[in-house]
């Protein structure tokens, strides 16, 4: 991995952040907005979802790390273009076909709703955390356009958590 690629993370999710200021922002607000919240919700809500951005950066990289077949490396090298450019057209209302890989998402974050739910409204940075953590496996495109990048990109746990980090550090904005 190299400098480029984690300036290309922090800029894929900068160009993103706009996608999850509409999709994420009113959760973030809401946890700023109760009068006895301390200032650290929202710092713990997005800690929590960086984190679990890296995790699964991590997962994908070990996953990408194992294959070491060129045949398949380049495959991938295709899918993740194919996403970025996806989420790009669809974040410009031209293309919907990211919703149908959202909607495979849906799975499993319907079996993680409940869980999450008994922390809403969450009460200290702890519950934020957790909500955060969670919050990162929603189904998002954006989130699959960059775990696809970065498979291919780190191919292996650490170099592609940090670049989901970094992507995610860019969508704070």
């Known amino acids: 991995m190299t400098s480029t690629d984690m ?3 922090l800029v894929l999710g900068l160009a993103g952040s706009g996608h999850c200021l509409g999709m994420c922002g009113g959760i973030a607000v ?7 919240a301390s200032s650290l919700m929202p710092v713990s809500y997005h800690l929590g979802r960086l ?6 950066g991590a997962l994908v990289g ?17 899918f993740a273009g194919f996403l970025l450019v996806g989420m790009g057209l669809y974040t410009l209302k031209l293309w919907f076909g990211i919703a149908q890989l959202e909607r495979l998402g849906g799975h499993l974050w319907r079996k993680l709703t409940p869980w999450v739910q ?6 200290h940075p702890v519950q934020a955390l957790v909500v955060g953590s969670v919050w ?3 189904p998002c495109g954006l989130i699959y356009s960059a775990l696809s990048w970065s498979a291919v990109t780190g ?12 992507f995610g550090v860019g969508t704070l904005p």
């Open 62 to 78: 070990t996953a990408a790390g194992a294959i070491e077949l060129a045949a398949w490396t380049i495959f991938l090298r295709f």
């Open 30 to 36: 809401a946890l700023r907005s109760q009068q006895s």
């Open 118 to 123: 008994r922390f809403l409204p969450p009460k």
């Open 136 to 138: 990162g496996f929603m």
């Open 51 to 56: 984190l679990s951005y890296a995790l699964l």
């Open 155 to 166: 191919a292996n746990a650490v170099d592609s958590g940090l670049l989901m980090l970094l």
């Open 7 to 9: 300036v290309a993370a």
